[in-house]
C-alpha cells in the first residue's frame, strides 16, 4: 500500500487505518518504521496510538520503551536510535516483541539484532518535501487478516 500524507492529520489518519487493521490479526503485531530523522516516524505512531484512545504520545527517544495498556491490549513505542545491536539485546527486546496479547511499533529498528523480527509490518516514510510524506506500508512473513 502506498499512501502520500500531505499533513500530520493525513498520517494519522493513514496510521489509524493500520491499527484498525492489525487489530484483527494474531497477536503480537510488530510494527516496523523506517524513516530518516524528521521523516515522520513519531507523528504516524501517534496516530497509531490515538486509535487506541491514547493522547499522550511522547516520542521514546530518551526513554526507550514506552508502554500503554488498553483493556486487556500492551501497547509498546520503541525507539532503538540510540543502542547497539548489543545493547538492544540487554534490553530483552525479544521479551517484549514475543509477547502474547501486544502491538509493538518499533522506531530504528535497523539497531537490532538482524534476526529479532520474523513476521512484521513494515511503514517506510519518506519525505518529499517540507509538509509532504510517501508512505509505504507492506507486511513481511506469515499471512494478514
Known sequence: MEYISRSIEETHEIASELAQKVL?????VIILLRGEIGAGKTTFARGFLRRFGIRRVRSPTFNIIHQYRVEDLNLYHIDLYRLSPQEVERLEVWDIVSEGNSI????WYEHAPGDLFDRYWLVEIEMVDENTRKIRISHHGGTTV
Open 104 to 107: 509493538v511499533l518499533v522506531e
Open 24 to 28: 484483527k490479526e494474531e497477536k503480537p
